[in-house]
């Protein structure tokens, strides 16, 4: 069996979809690495694989696998995957931690306006920096870590850290209680996503089915236009006979003159249909070429085309079940399956529009845990020193590692609890949105049954189609046996010189006629029971394509 992989294309756009987390080596190299926004586009495959000869010789199972692999309608179908995937990733952002850090520096001098500020002019220098962690969680909890610093210098004469150095830690958390509570409400917006990914592979497959079935139509047209021009050149062969025989019995004298121009005639509309059958040939071919991407590479559409099928009336096949048609195709086919999953999208939608409507209520907590340090000074009581001004008695040495032996030490808690409810008292907006998506839930579900009658219709048709094109193959079959005896008779008669020669050119067209309808209706049925394959969504599988 036939497996044709659809394999789908990567681009930049798809590596930044799925970038690296920091901070490894492969996160800088795709954060700073250019964006490369040049498509290269390759060239049509495996025709080589096909030449044979002097000519590109194509049975129908290797024609669609070149098709799947080049046709270029197949390839824009299959980013339309590559586009829900990356929606899927979109629908996870919410989730991802983020992580800030700000340093400052800060230098003042400014004017005293009292005693109490410890200096004339006040200089003062602050460095505080910040470091946050934060993230949201699938169940809706969101926490918040931070790490805080301050180094603040001064010449004020009432300081005794200086440089006083502050480090805290802390934790805060917020923990919705009714909006927003729980892992399924807050992976609603991803189940979504995937959902409409499932829609979007079988759309996918649908549009691949349309255009494999358009394909196919194609080859079938091709054998359609060859098998006339054949029958247009048997039947040039058959007028020439008549004019040569006609020119003959005209120079012996057992033909009136007058009798010549309707052979004449004959044979210069045999030309004629030669000619455009020709040109049918060739621009039936050209479609083809395109079908399979073989009009892109100048070295191979310049090749014939040789098609190996040929066309056989079906032989002894029995009749179809319509109701089993129908049952197959209710099963199969990718656009009722991707109206069904819609359905399920318009319940994803309805839950988060429910889940909207509710209070925002949510537990709030905190934990902070405070540390000091740097070099401290003491000094005397200026109110009650005899200078009347602050001196250092003591001098003990410190830094940054004693503000954080404090924070370690837990010493200097602080925490909190608390309840932060916002209640609309009217939220028409999410009252109208849930009602849209309620009528949209049952437009859906109309639109379900719409389809499944129109499947039923398709295949109903097809059905008749096929067995009407069965027996045409038969009574066209038959009207050539026929066809082939009359002219067969007329010409025995002629010999015979019991009948004209006008009835013997009424039973060569009879001829070319029937076997111009034999090749017809042979290509009809082929059609018709190609089109009852793509109707029942089984051409895939009958073809040995697998779309993935």
């Known amino acids: 069996m036939l497996r044709v992989t659809a394999l789908f294309l990567s681009f930049a756009a798809a590596a930044f979809a799925q970038i690296s987390a920091f901070p490894s080596a492969s996160y800088f190299r795709e954060t700073f690495s250019p964006v490369v926004t040049k498509v290269e586009l390759r060239p049509p495959a495996r025709l080589d694989d096909f030449v044979v000869g002097n000519q590109l010789e ?42 800030t850090a700000r340093f400052t520096s800060e230098r003042s001098r400014t004017p005293s306006n009292d005693a109490l500020a410890g200096a004339a002019t006040l200089s003062q220098l602050r460095q505080p920096a910040t470091f946050t962690y934060a993230q949201t969680l699938q169940n809706g909890t969101n926490y918040q870590v931070q790490y805080f610093a301050l180094k603040n210098a001064t010449n004020s004469g009432f300081q005794n850290f200086n440089p006083a150095i502050t480090s805290n830690l802390g934790f805060n958390f917020t923990q919705p209680l009714l909006r927003g509570r729980g892992a399924y ?11 409409r990914l499932r829609q979007t592979e079988y759309s996918l497959r649908d549009q691949v089915l349309r255009i494999l079935a358009e394909a196919e139509l194609a080859y079938w047209n091709v054998v359609q236009a060859r098998e006339n021009l054949r029958v247009r050149e048997a039947a040039l062969d058959l007028a020439n006979k008549a004019l040569e025989r006609a020119n003959k019995e005209l120079e012996l004298g057992a033909m009136s003159p007058l009798d010549i121009f309707q052979p004449q005639q004959q044979y210069a509309t045999a030309e004629i249909d030669v000619s455009q059958s020709r040109y049918a040939l060739r621009q039936a071919e050209e479609a083809l070429r395109r079908q399979m991407g073989a009009d892109l590479d100048p070295d191979i559409r310049r090749l014939p085309v040789e098609l190996t099928e040929t066309v056989l009336p079906p032989a002894g096949t029995a009749s179809l079940d319509a109701e089993l048609e129908v049952e197959k195709a209710l099963a199969s086919r990718p656009d009722l399956r991707g109206a069904i999953q819609g359905l399920d999208i318009d319940d994803l939608q309805i839950q988060n529009l429910r889940n909207l409507s509710k209070p925002d209520l949510s537990l709030i907590g905190g934990y902070t845990a405070q540390g000091r340090g740097g070099t401290f000074f003491q000094r005397s009581n200026v109110f009650t020193d005899a ?16 503000a954080l032996d404090q924070m370690f030490g837990l010493g200097f808690p602080v925490y909190s609890f608390g309840l932060q409810l916002r209640l609309p008292i009217r939220d028409r907006r999410v009252a109208a949105d849930l009602a849209d998506a309620l009528v949209q839930k049952r437009r859906d579900t109309l639109q379900v049954r719409s389809v499944e009658q129109t499947v039923r219709l398709d295949v109903l048709t097809a059905v008749n189609q ?14 050539l046996d026929f066809a082939q005896k009359y002219l067969d008779a007329e010409q025995k008669k002629y010999d015979l010189g019991t009948s004209q020669i006008f009835f013997v050119l009424q039973a060569q067209n009879s001829l070319v006629n029937a076997q111009s309808a034999l090749v017809r209706e042979s290509i009809n049925y082929r059609r018709n029971l190609l089109n009852l394959l793509r109707r029942t969504g089984e051409l895939l599988e009958a073809r040995g394509v697998a779309v993935q």
């Open 58 to 99: 194509l049975s129908l199972r290797s024609y669609l696998e070149l098709v799947m692999a080049n046709n270029t309608e197949i390839q824009i179908q299959r980013l339309t995957v590559e586009t829900a995937q990356n929606a899927l990733t979109r629908a996870l952002a919410p989730f991802d931690p983020l992580a």
């Open 387 to 402: 200078a009347g001004r602050s001196t250092i008695v003591q001098t003990i040495p410190g830094g940054f590692g004693d």
């Open 185 to 195: 409400v807050n992976r609603l917006p991803l189940m979504t996503a995937r959902s």
């Open 466 to 479: 096929v067995e009407s094109s069965k027996a045409s193959v038969k009574l066209a079959a038959t009207a």
